[in-house]
Structure formats: structure tokens, C-alpha cells
């Protein structure tokens, strides 16, 4: 495979090594691209850099410019089938029989919809991810749409700053503007302040859901000095399940009040993922803020909606048609589908399951999971598949085209690892806000994007799980 170029010539000597990296971790504090520690997670006076690259990695403008286009589309894609009862229904049905976390999530969307939705304004904070295609002539191909807790927005807005500071260091001034301007946490802030304007009580707060425990609240931080750069006047509390219930009160007009504060946006940074839930009490939680009429970020059928079925139901003749009439629109969205293949039982799966055991290397097994660190490739997807082929589970899962990207190369940065140059492939994600009823759109925007370039050969991309690092795109024609 042909390697794509570098941003600057490469490999850097020892000399230029051993001066741009002390520099470079340096510049990473001063542009607040930190982290907690994997040895004291809960400490705030124990910090690192997150991992980043040195240098910028060059993707093609055509493709850049091809994901920004789309995302409005997207947006309004997926806002259109989060309130599609049918369509999810009919999507989710089987992975709901044998998935318990899926089958939890869709017990609250059933009771809250039984009961009377009692908030018709939703926000929902996306971010689509894609990969450089190089068996689709350099087309982007899309690897998922997130719908909850899309993160690294603060870290990804000062990154590209930080590479044309280290390019002017090593002396390529001339090449900095290569590198887009990028502010996504401020459009995602714009979002969070739309929804509260929306709300229309001053005395009312956001309320940041989060976890209990993370090393990338530092990134939260971003959202929450952002909200203070659009309006100092709005309070923002961040509360983990357990704190929310031990002072949560739900009135009788389904008002939330929390610490003694109405929540007029309940975004939820946590709540992805089974591991979020440790007892009923979360759960029974996440059904109280469902049930009020906070305005949720999102709301918890937008978050059904980003399950990994309804991507793949999507990708069915026809099925995007019905939400987005525009044929052209629908074209560009096509455009950025990665084949995808149902595993229920019946031929169809079948097929599948038969074409994944032939060529395991082309192929992705993907559960009804965001977050990263779910997925099955290559090698390790016959043994699972011959474990499930003949039970129920199989409808857990969907297959999906294995994606190729160009690879490059890159100075990935590490805390306590040495630094080498590495072989790499990235993967763009660009985020989006929405926020609106099932009747009308209030606010649909495209907002900046993320980069995130890990070492070839690696499966799964999260900065958290360690393998990526956060990049910043260099356009090149």
C-alpha cells in the first residue's frame, strides 16, 4: 500500500527529536490538552497531556470538505428517525430480545412514550466518523453516527493551534495555514445555550450527567467555560446518577429540580454504556430525567436511534429516501455508506455470517454500543460468529464493511512511552448540532470537526482506551 505524504519531511533527526518534543508536551499544558492519569483517575492534582501527534497529518481537501457537507443531512437524518417509532421498533426489535442494555434503553422509551412525551424539544450534539476510503477512490466512508456524549471537542479545539506553533518552531511558518480553523466546542456550547433559551426560564440551569469517575473531564470543562463565554448568567451543575437522585425532586408539571434548581437541559455525558448503570438506581434515574421536561441532550429514542441496527437499517434501498426526499441530498449521504449486513437469523444473515467465516479480514462485527472498545475484527470474528451462528444473539451484532484508509506517517506522543516514528491511519469525525420537535427544526448546524490517528494495524480507535492520539487535519490537494 502506498504511503500518502508528510506534512514535512520525515524522519526528524535526534537533534531536532530531542527539542521538539520536551516542547511539544510543554505547549500541550498551555493549550489545556490534559487528562487525568490512568494511576489516580480521580485526582485533579495529578495531570498529563492527552496523547496527541507532533505534527498535523494531511488528509484531502476534497474528503475534508465532502464530511462538512454532509453533516447537515445528517443531522436532520437522524433527528427524523429518532422520532420514527416504527422504524426503531422495527429496527431494534431483535436486538432488544437478546440484548439486555439495548432492552433497557427501549423499556424507558416505551414507558415515557405510554405515559405522554412531556418535552417536544430535543438537542442532540453529534459527531459522524469517518475514515479516507482507498478501495473507493479516496471517498470518505462512514464508521459510525454518534447521538450521545460525543467528546473531545474541547481538546480538538485547540490542537490545531498547538501544530502551528510546533510548525513555525521547525521552521515551516509557510505551511500553517494548511490547517483549518477549528472551534467545535463552541458551536456545541451554542447548542447547549440555544436549548436553554429555548426553555425560557432564567432562574433555570443545564445539568451535566456524568460519570462517576473519568480521566477526560478536562474536556467537559471546555463545554462548561464555553456555555460562560456565551452567557455568564446560565448555572451549570454536573451531577453523576447517584448525586442527581440523592437531591433530584420531579414535580407534579414534570418540572426537574435538582440541588433546588430547575434543570432546563439535562445533557448527559455518561449513560452509554451498561457499565454506566452499576445498579437499578441508575437506571431508575435516567427514567425520572426522561419522564420531566428538562430538555434532553438527547433524549433517550435519539439515543436509540444511534444504534449500530439503525445504521444498518439505513443503508437498505430506499430506507433514507423517506426521511430525506432531496435525491441529491440522499446521493451525497449514499456516497458515505460503508456496506453494512444484517446477522438475524433467516438467509440474509446467513449469507452474511457465511461471507464473514470466507473473508473475516474484510469485515467488522459491531454490537448496539458507542463509546469504543466493542467491536470484533478480522481474525477474532469466526470464533464468535461459530459461538452465535445457530442462537439468538447473532441479532445482537451487525457486519460491516472493514474500511482501508491511506497510511501515513506520524510522531504519536504518549505519556511514559518513547517517541517514534509510527506508521498511522486517522479517522475524521465532524461534529453537528440540532436542536428542535418532531415538527420543526430550530437549529441545524455543522460545527467543527476531530481528528483522531492511531498506529496501522490497530483495531480500535479511542483516545481513552489508549490507542489513539488527538491530530489536527492538513488539507492537501
Known amino acids: 500500500m502506498a504511503m500518502k505524504p508528510t506534512c514535512i519531511p520525515v524522519p526528524l533527526t535526534e537533534r531536532v527529536i530531542d527539542d521538539i518534543i520536551p516542547f511539544a508536551k510543554e505547549c500541550a499544558f498551555t493549550q489545556g490538552i490534559m487528562m487525568k492519569t490512568a494511576a489516580e483517575p480521580t485526582s485533579c492534582e495529578v495531570l498529563s497531556y492527552s496523547p496527541f501527534s507532533l505534527i498535523p497529518t494531511p488528509i484531502p481537501r ?5 464530511a462538512y457537507d454532509v453533516q447537515t443531512a445528517y443531522n436532520l437524518l437522524y433527528h427524523r428517525v429518532a422520532h420514527d417509532h416504527e422504524f426503531l421498533k422495527n429496527s431494534l426489535s431483535g436486538a432488544v430480545e437478546v440484548d439486555d442494555f439495548t432492552r433497557n434503553l427501549w423499556n424507558i422509551y416505551e414507558t415515557v412514550r405510554r405515559e405522554g412525551i412531556n418535552q417536544n424539544v430535543s438537542l442532540c450534539l453529534h459527531r459522524s466518523d469517518y475514515m479516507v ?29 498547538m501544530h502551528r506553533f510546533i510548525l513555525q518552531r521547525l521552521g515551516h511558518s509557510d505551511l500553517t495555514d494548511k490547517i483549518p480553523a477549528n ?53 451549570v451543575i454536573w451531577k453523576n446518577f447517584k448525586e442527581i437522585n440523592a437531591t433530584m425532586t420531579l414535580r407534579e408539571d414534570k418540572t426537574l429540580v435538582v440541588d433546588g434548581v430547575e434543570i432546563a437541559v439535562a445533557y448527559f455525558r455518561t449513560g452509554y454504556t451498561e457499565s454506566d448503570y452499576y445498579s437499578e438506581e441508575e437506571w431508575s434515574v435516567r427514567l425520572t430525567l426522561e419522564r420531566s421536561k428538562a430538555i434532553k441532550c438527547p433524549t433517550i429514542q435519539y439515543q436509540l436511534s444511534g444504534c449500530k441496527k439503525v445504521q444498518q437499517e439505513l443503508c437498505r434501498d430506499g430506507v433514507i429516501e423517506k426521511y430525506i426526499p432531496d435525491e441529491n441530498v440522499a446521493k451525497q449521504l449514499r456516497l458515505t455508506f460503508a456496506r453494512q449486513y444484517s446477522l438475524d437469523q433467516g438467509p440474509e444473515g446467513d449469507h ?35 459461538q452465535i451462528k445457530d442462537s439468538d444473539e447473532r441479532k445482537a451484532y451487525i457486519l460491516m464493511q472493514r474500511i482501508f484508509p491511506c497510511e501515513g506517517q506520524n510522531y504519536l506522543i504518549y505519556q511514559g512511552a518513547p517517541v517514534s516514528l509510527r506508521n498511522t491511519i486517522s479517522e475524521l469525525g465532524i461534529y453537528g448540532i440540532l436542536l428542535g420537535s418532531p415538527e420543526e427544526v430550530m437549529l441545524n448546524k455543522s460545527v467543527g470537526h476531530m481528528l483522531r490517528t492511531k498506529t496501522a494495524g490497530a483495531d480500535e480507535g479511542g483516545v481513552m482506551a489508549g490507542a489513539s492520539v488527538i491530530d489536527s487535519p492538513f488539507l492537501i490537494d
Not at 480521566?215 to 467537559?220: A, E, G, L, M, Q
Open 62 to 66: 476534497k474528503a475534508f470538505n465532502a
Open 133 to 161: 476510503d482507498t478501495s473507493s477512490n479516496n471517498n470518505i466512508k462512514q464508521i459510525e453516527f454518534n447521538t450521545i456524549a460525543s467528546s473531545f471537542a474541547g481538546l480538538s479545539s485547540r490542537i490545531g493551534q
Open 183 to 235: 472551534c467545535p466546542m463552541k458551536g456545541l456550547a451554542e447548542g447547549l445555550v440555544a436549548a436553554w433559551d429555548v426553555y425560557n426560564n432564567k432562574d433555570a440551569a443545564i445539568l451535566f450527567v456524568v460519570e462517576r469517575f473519568t480521566r477526560n473531564s478536562i474536556d467537559k470543562r471546555w463545554h462548561h467555560l464555553s456555555i460562560y463565554e456565551h452567557n455568564p448568567d446560565i448555572k
Open 352 to 386: 452474511a455470517i457465511s461471507m464473514a467465516l470466507k473473508e473475516p479480514m474484510m469485515y467488522v462485527m459491531k454490537p448496539q454500543r458507542e463509546g469504543g472498545g466493542n467491536n470484533t475484527y478480522g481474525s477474532d470474528i469466526p470464533p464468535l460468529l461459530e
